[in-house]
C-alpha cells in the first residue's frame, strides 16, 4: 500500500511541475511519509527546470544525508540546470560524488558533465572529460560544440564537427544551428554553403529551426540573393523566419523589400510581438535614416504595438539618434514608465551631451519610485563625471554595491572613470585595486584616469603592469599611454609606443592616435615634424587635429602654421571650429597688439553668426553646483566672493606674483587689464569654494575652456597661501595645485 501511495503521490508531483506549479509539488514532496528516488529526482528535475539550481543542489544533498542512492537519471536531471560560474563549484563537487559511485562511465552522465562544464566556463575540464570518454556519441560532440561556439572559440568548433562527420556520427537539429552560428563568428561563407549542402543532403534545412539558422547566415553574410532562395524554398516559415529576411534587407538599404515583406508578415496569423519593429528602428537609428524611422513607426501605430515597451524604447533611441528631441520627449511621455524607458531617455541625454537633463531626469526617477539598473547607473555615472558631481557619483556608488554590482567588471570601471574625471584619483585607485576582476576595460580605465591627471610615469608603469599581467594592450590603452607622453612632452617615449602599437602588437593607429602624436610633436614645437606627420597619416584632418596644432601655434608664435590651420578650421562646416579658429587667431593678434585685425576678425565672427564660446567654471559645494562666468556678478555671495579675491590679490603679491597682462585679450589700459584677469571665472569659483568650505580641505574646479597662462600661474600661489590642494580640470587635463606647483610642471 505504500508503494502504491509513493507512486500516486509521484505521478502528483510530476503533475504538478508539467503544469508549473512548483510550490504545490513542493507543499506535496515534503508531506509524503514514504519517498524514493524517484521522488527525490523529479522534485530535483523541477527545480533544474525552472532554472533553481541551488534549490536543486540542497535538495540533492538532503537526498544523499537521506540515504538514497542518486543514479545516472538523477545525476543528468541535477546537471541539467547547471550554467554560469555561480554553479561551477558544485558541478566539481557532484562529478567527485559521480566518480565515486561509479556512474562517470554512463554516456548520459558524461554528456551532462560535459555540458555542464563549458555552460560554467571550464572549457579546460570540458575538453579534459570529452577527450576521457572512449564511447563519444552525437550527443557528445553536440555538447562541446556549443561549449566552444558560445564561448567564441569558433574554429574548435568546426574542427569537432568535421571530426564528427569523419567518424559517421549524425549531427542533429541543434548541431547544424550551432555550427553555422560559428561560422557566421569566422566570416567563412565557403564553408557555411559547404554544411548547408550537408543540410539539404540530410534533410535538416526542412526544419524551421535550421533553416532559420541558415537564413541567418546568409543574411549576416551579405548573401541576400541566397537568403531569399531559401526563404522561397524553406516548407515551414515561422515569425523569425520573416525577421531575419526583413532585416536583412533592412541592413542592406533595400527598404522596399523589407516593406513588402513586413506587409506579408502582418497578413500572417504571428504574433504581432515577433513583427522586427525594434529591429528596424534600430537600424534606422544606426543609420541615422529619419525617414526609414517614420515609416516604421507609422507601421507600429497601424499594428498597435508602438505602446509596447521594447517598440517605444526603440522609437525614443531612433528619433533621439537623428537629432530629433522634441518627439524623442513626446514618445517618452506617452510610453508607460518602465526601468527600461527612463534609461533609455537618460541614455539619450547623456548621448547628446546634456548632462545637466540626464541627471534631472534620474533625480525625477527617483521620484517617481522607478529603480535603476545597470545601464541606468552607467548612463548617470557618465553625466556625474562630465558635471564633476562627486556626490551624485558616490551616491551612485552606494545604489551599486547594495544591488551587489560591484563584482561587475564594467560597473567597477564606470565607476573608476567617474572619479577619475571628478578629480578623485585616490578613489579611483581604490575602485581599481579592490576589483576581483580585471580586464581590458578595467585596465584601460586606470591608464585613463592617470593620463587625465596628469601622471605619466603612474600611466607607463600601469601600461607595463598590465602587459606583465598577459593581457594584450589594444588602441585605447595605447590611446592613454600617448596622451600621457603629450601631457608631459615626452616625444621619444611617444614615438617609442606608436611604434610598439603596430610593430609588436599589429594594431592599426586609428585616426585619434596620429592627432595625439601630432599634439606630442607641436607641444614641442617640432612644426616640420608634425606636418610631415599630417601629410602621411591615413586619413584627413578633422577639427580636434587643427584645433591642437593652432594651440600649439600660438604658445610658440609660429604665425605661418596658425595661419593655415586657421584657413582649415574655417572651411570645416561647423560653427565649433570656426569659433575656435576666430578666438586662437585673434588671440595671437592681441598678443601681438596688432588690435585692428583682431577688431575685423570679431566683425567676421558676426557676420558669420560664429559666437565665441563664454568661459565657464563651476564647483559643487554641499550637493549644489555654482557656476561662474568672468566678471560675474550674479552669484548671491558676489561681494564676499570678491573681497576674498582681493585679499588673496594682496598676499599673491607679497610671495612675488605679478599679472601676466599679456593673457587680457581687450585693448585697454594695463589698470584694467589686471582687474579682468583677478576675475577669471576658475578664480571666482576657487574664491567662493574657500569661503564656504573648512580650513584644509581640498577643492575641485571644472572649466569648459582651457585655463590661461597667468590663471594657472596665480592658482599656484593660491594653494602655497591657503595650504590647499585645489585641482581645476580645464578642457585639456586635470591641474592638481598643491604648495605653489602643479602636477602638469608648467606643461600642459
Same mark, same amino acid.
Given at each position: ?22 510550490? %504545490? ?19 530535483? @528535475? ?14 540533492? !544533498? ?11 537519471? &538523477?545525476?543528468?536531471? =541535477?546537471?541539467?540546470?547547471?550554467? @554560469?560560474?555561480?554553479? !561551477? $563549484? ?49 550527443? &557528445? ?8 561556439? #558560445? ?6 568548433? =568546426? ?7 569523419y567518424l559517421g556520427l549524425k549531427p542533429s537539429d541543434f548541431t547544424f544551428a550551432t555550427v553555422i552560428g560559428a561560422i557566421v563568428g569566422l566570416d567563412a561563407a565557403a564553408f557555411g554553403k559547404q554544411v548547408h549542402a550537408l543540410a539539404i543532403k540530410t534533410s535538416f534545412v526542412c526544419n524551421v529551426f535550421v533553416?532559420?539558422?541558415? =537564413?541567418?547566415?546568409?543574411? $549576416? ?31 542592406? @538599404?533595400?527598404?522596399? *523589400? ?28 544606426? &543609420? ?18 508602438? +505602446? ?51 541627471? /534631472? ?22 553625466? +556625474? ?16 554595491? %547594495? ?10 570601471s564606470a565607476l573608476l572613470g567617474m572619479y577619475a574625471k571628478c578629480g578623485s584619483i585616490s578613489d579611483a585607485i581604490k575602485i581599481f585595486k579592490e576589483m576581483p576582476d580585471r580586464n581590458i576595460v578595467s585596465w584601460n580605465a586606470m591608464l585613463s584616469a592617470y593620463a587625465q591627471n596628469g601622471d605619466d610615469e603612474? &600611466? ?21 599611454? =600617448? ?5 608631459? @612632452?615626452?616625444? #621619444? ?18 585616426? /585619434? ?15 616640420? /615634424? ?33 595661419? *593655415? ?5 574655417? $572651411? ?19 598678443? !601681438?597688439g596688432q588690435w585692428n585685425k583682431v577688431a575685423t576678425l570679431k566683425k567676421g565672427m558676426r557676420e558669420k553668426g560664429v559666437k565665441k564660446v563664454a568661459a565657464c567654471s563651476w564647483v559643487e559645494i554641499d550637493h549644489a553646483v555654482h557656476k561662474f562666468t568672468a566678471n560675474d556678478r550674479t552669484h548671491p555671495q558676489?561681494?564676499?566672493?570678491? #573681497? ?9 603679491? *607679497? ?51 582651457? !585655463? ?7 592658482? *599656484?600661489?593660491?594653494? $602655497? ?19 605653489? +606647483? ?7
Amino acid at each position: 500500500m505504500p508503494c502504491r501511495n509513493t507512486c500516486s503521490a509521484n505521478m502528483m508531483i510530476s503533475g504538478y511541475v508539467s503544469s508549473g506549479n512548483l510550490s %504545490r509539488a513542493s507543499e506535496m514532496f515534503d508531506s509524503m511519509p514514504d519517498r524514493t528516488e524517484v521522488s527525490w529526482t523529479i522534485m530535483i @528535475g523541477a527545480y533544474s527546470h525552472h532554472k533553481q539550481p541551488k534549490e536543486a543542489f540542497t535538495l540533492y !544533498a538532503e537526498m544523499c544525508r537521506a540515504g538514497m542512492n542518486p543514479d545516472h537519471i &538523477t545525476f543528468a536531471t =541535477l546537471l541539467s540546470g547547471c550554467g @554560469g560560474t555561480s554553479t !561551477a $563549484k558544485e558541478v566539481l563537487q557532484i562529478h567527485a560524488h559521480i566518480i565515486k559511485l561509479g556512474n562517470s562511465s554512463v554516456s548520459l552522465v558524461s554528456n551532462s558533465l560535459v555540458d555542464s562544464y563549458c555552460k560554467c566556463q571550464h572549457l579546460d575540464l570540458a575538453l579534459l572529460l570529452f577527450e576521457e570518454i572512449t564511447d563519444k556519441d552525437s550527443v &557528445t560532440y553536440n555538447a562541446m560544440i556549443t561549449g566552444y561556439s #558560445k564561448h567564441g572559440s569558433n574554429e574548435e568548433a =568546426l574542427m569537432l564537427f568535421q571530426e564528427m562527420q569523419y567518424l559517421g556520427l549524425k549531427p542533429s537539429d541543434f548541431t547544424f544551428a550551432t555550427v553555422i552560428g560559428a561560422i557566421v563568428g569566422l566570416d567563412a561563407a565557403a564553408f557555411g554553403k559547404q554544411v548547408h549542402a550537408l543540410a539539404i543532403k540530410t534533410s535538416f534545412v526542412c526544419n524551421v529551426f535550421v533553416g532559420n539558422a541558415f =537564413l541567418d547566415f546568409y543574411s $549576416k553574410q551579405s548573401l541576400l540573393a541566397d537568403a531569399i532562395k531559401l526563404f522561397d524554398e524553406m516548407p515551414e516559415l515561422d515569425g523569425v523566419s520573416y525577421n531575419i529576411i526583413i532585416t536583412g534587407f533592412a541592413w542592406d @538599404g533595400q527598404y522596399e *523589400k523589407s516593406f513588402h515583406l513586413l506587409r506579408k508578415l502582418r497578413s500572417t496569423t504571428f504574433d504581432r510581438r515577433q513583427f522586427p519593429f525594434a529591429t528596424m528602428l534600430s537600424i534606422a537609428a544606426t &543609420t541615422q535614416n529619419i525617414d526609414l524611422g517614420r515609416q516604421i513607426h507609422a507601421q507600429t501605430i497601424v499594428t498597435k504595438t508602438d +505602446s509596447e515597451i521594447q517598440v517605444g524604447n526603440a522609437l525614443v533611441d531612433m528619433y533621439a539618434k537623428c537629432d530629433k528631441l522634441k518627439e524623442t520627449n513626446v514618445i517618452f511621455a506617452n510610453l508607460a514608465y518602465s526601468s527600461v524607458s527612463w534609461t533609455a531617455i537618460i541614455s539619450v541625454y547623456v548621448q547628446k551631451g546634456l548632462f545637466e537633463e540626464a541627471v /534631472e531626469l534620474f533625480k525625477e526617477m527617483g521620484r517617481q519610485s522607478v529603480h535603476g539598473d545597470q545601464a541606468t547607473f552607467a548612463s548617470v555615472l557618465k553625466a +556625474s563625471a562630465n558635471l564633476a558631481l562627486v556626490s551624485l557619483g558616490r551616491q551612485l556608488h552606494s545604489h551599486i554595491i %547594495r544591488l551587489g554590482l560591484m563584482s561587475n567588471v564594467f560597473s567597477g570601471s564606470a565607476l573608476l572613470g567617474m572619479y577619475a574625471k571628478c578629480g578623485s584619483i585616490s578613489d579611483a585607485i581604490k575602485i581599481f585595486k579592490e576589483m576581483p576582476d580585471r580586464n581590458i576595460v578595467s585596465w584601460n580605465a586606470m591608464l585613463s584616469a592617470y593620463a587625465q591627471n596628469g601622471d605619466d610615469e603612474a &600611466t607607463l608603469r600601469s601600461f607595463n603592469e598590465m602587459t606583465e599581467s598577459g593581457l594584450y594592450p589594444d588602441s585605447v590603452s595605447f590611446l592613454s599611454v =600617448l596622451t600621457a607622453c603629450s601631457h608631459h @612632452g615626452l616625444v #621619444k617615449a611617444a614615438r617609442e609606443y606608436f611604434s610598439l602599437m603596430t610593430q609588436s602588437y599589429n594594431l592599426d593607429p586609428k585616426r /585619434e592616435h596620429y592627432t595625439t602624436m601630432v599634439d606630442v610633436l607641436c607641444r614641442n614645437g617640432r612644426f616640420d /615634424e608634425a606636418e610631415e606627420l599630417i601629410a602621411k597619416m591615413p586619413y584627413v584632418p578633422d577639427e580636434i587635429l587643427w584645433s591642437s596644432v593652432l594651440n600649439s601655434c600660438r604658445i610658440y608664435r609660429n604665425h605661418e602654421l596658425a595661419g *593655415k590651420a586657421a584657413d582649415q578650421l574655417f $572651411k570645416m562646416d561647423t560653427l565649433n571650429a570656426a569659433a575656435y579658429a576666430y578666438a586662437n587667431v585673434s588671440n595671437i593678434y592681441a598678443e !601681438a597688439g596688432q588690435w585692428n585685425k583682431v577688431a575685423t576678425l570679431k566683425k567676421g565672427m558676426r557676420e558669420k553668426g560664429v559666437k565665441k564660446v563664454a568661459a565657464c567654471s563651476w564647483v559643487e559645494i554641499d550637493h549644489a553646483v555654482h557656476k561662474f562666468t568672468a566678471n560675474d556678478r550674479t552669484h548671491p555671495q558676489a561681494d564676499a566672493i570678491r #573681497k576674498k579675491i582681493d585679499s588673496l590679490g594682496k598676499e599673491m603679491e *607679497k610671495e612675488g606674483y605679478k599679472p601676466d597682462t599679456s593673457c587680457s585679450l581687450q585693448n585697454v589700459d594695463e589698470e584694467f587689464k589686471i582687474d579682468s584677469l583677478k576675475y577669471h571665472s576658475e578664480r571666482l569659483a576657487i574664491a567662493f569654494a574657500l569661503i564656504s568650505t573648512p580650513e584644509g580641505s581640498p577643492i575641485v574646479v571644472m572649466k569648459n575652456l582651457r !585655463a590661461c597662462m597667468d590663471c594657472h600661474a596665480a592658482i *599656484k600661489i593660491i594653494s $602655497k597661501i591657503v595650504g590647499r590642494g585645489i585641482s581645476v580640470r580645464d578642457s585639456s587635463r586635470f591641474h592638481h595645485f598643491r604648495d605653489g +606647483s602643479c602636477s602638469c610642471r608648467d606643461y600642459w
